[in-house]
């Protein structure tokens, strides 16, 4: 049958060209055969030019088979579009880097304080766009201020005199690389108080993620309770923080004041219906006592049902972990989250020049190296050099040089005796094909 046959070698026109019968325009066209020398113009133009628009590897090669023919096309057209430098800048890959998670634990009150910035928001009549928000890792206690701006002093006096001055100061302060948090007047109100200040990577909020979680279910209550007017939602902000620090809390099992302070809040409702009475007569070493051991009871639950729902939530989140690691001096390019339609998505190269974390690297631009920074891996993708494809390709067949015009490296050797062969007659008996028994030899 047709199929049986194999591909036809056909000379047209001074050309050797390949013909394949087949019902698609690649399975049935006339190839022409390109020498090296020819092949990365081809691809260039199939790939790199104005018609060809730098589509996928699938259509380049498509595109490819249907004209041309070479050993090892597919690896060719693989590697070209894998190393074109105008789509490494502009594609997004099919499935977004995303590293394994490395949950944030704390093991006591005050351990650990998230802090973070919501805003802008409409602006209210005493002048208030922002709130600033601090939530305890550990207890999941969380307080908010609003802000009439967003300036590093105006942080630093509301975080001393609404939070430290009324919960102390905390052992480590985590905050993202916003200008109110790396200004010198934080950095100093934080070495005043031995305060550890740490921060996440540069458009990574998933690094302060239990404040990123809160700002979206702050703006759903703001957004409910001030419904009529719009423009007062800082009157209903304490409102709004007494309902979410007296609630339950999923991933602790108790209220936020019960893991802060050892007891509930007082609502307006326990008031009404009349809440259990207490022991007036108890003295104060007793209270303290009592007090001290309900804390430590409940820190205890706290800590063993935090351990589950962060075992739980790592292994959902690690199921679809697909970002692998970086070495130094790797060539890495950077996403550009903020830029036009139009815009590329990708810039660099960048050169890895310190790993400071499992999934944290400093990189450093191949041209800008004056300045370096911190970034988390998913933001990172390899960037593959044409040369570095080149090394994993198996290596071509020596060149045959006519006339005996041998390069130096490939000059035969003079006076090279081997090992002597007989030769002999073969023994193999041949049977010609059945269609050829007429035949006289």
Request: proline share 6%; aromatic share 8%.
């Amino acid at each position: 049958m047709m199929w049986q046959q194999g591909p036809i070698w056909i000379v047209q026109e001074d050309l050797i060209c390949r013909h394949r019968d087949g019902l698609t325009a690649e399975e049935g066209a006339t190839q022409v055969l390109v020498p090296r020398a020819l092949r990365s113009e081809i691809m260039r133009s199939l790939h790199n030019s104005r018609y060809a628009g730098h589509l996928g590897e699938r259509r380049t090669l498509s595109r490819t088979r249907s004209r041309f023919y070479w050993p090892g096309m597919s690896r060719d057209v693989h590697v070209w579009c894998r190393t074109c430098t105008q789509c490494a800048a502009r594609k997004r890959p099919s499935k977004n880097s995303r590293a394994l998670m490395l949950p944030m634990t704390a093991g006591y009150p005050l351990q650990r304080v998230g802090m973070d910035i919501l805003g802008p928001l409409e602006k209210t009549p005493s002048g208030n766009r922002y709130v600033l928000v601090l939530t305890d890792y550990f207890t999941k206690w969380t307080a908010a201020f609003p802000l009439t701006n967003m300036e590093a002093d105006t942080v630093a006096k509301v975080l001393m005199e609404k939070y430290i001055a009324y919960f102390g100061a905390p052992d480590c302060l985590h905050s993202d690389q916003g200008r109110s948090f790396e200004a010198r007047v934080v950095r100093e109100l934080c070495r005043l108080f031995d305060i550890k200040k740490t921060r996440s990577s540069l458009y990574h909020p998933q690094g302060n993620g239990q404040a990123e979680r809160f700002n979206r279910t702050l703006l759903d209550m703001l957004s409910i309770m001030c419904e009529e007017n719009r423009q007062q939602w800082d009157e209903m902000l304490s409102f709004v923080m007494l309902a979410y620090n007296s609630s339950v809390n999923e991933s602790t099992g108790v209220t936020p004041a019960m893991a802060m302070f050892g007891r509930e809040l007082q609502l307006p409702l326990d008031i009404q219906m009349g809440s259990p009475q207490r022991n007036d007569t108890e003295t104060l070493p007793n209270y303290i006592r009592q007090t001290r051991e309900r804390i430590d009871i409940v820190h205890e639950q706290m800590r063993r049902q935090l351990n589950l729902q962060q075992r739980r939530q790592k292994s959902l989140y690690d199921r679809k972990a697909t970002q692998g690691t970086f070495c130094v001096k790797d060539l890495v390019l950077l996403a550009i989250l903020r830029g036009g339609k139009l815009h590329p998505c990708w810039e660099g190269p960048y050169e890895i020049v310190q790993t400071l974390g499992p999934h944290t690297y400093r990189v450093r631009h191949q041209e800008r190296r004056r300045r370096s920074m911190v970034v988390h891996s998913d933001r990172l993708k390899k960037y593959v050099t044409r040369e570095d494809a080149d090394e994993t390709r198996i290596k071509p067949f020596p060149l045959w040089y006519g006339s005996g015009n041998y390069p130096k490296e490939q000059q035969p050797k003079e006076n090279v005796t081997g090992p002597s062969v007989e030769v002999r007659r073969s023994r193999r008996t041949r049977r010609p094909p059945g269609y050829l028994r007429d035949y006289v030899t």
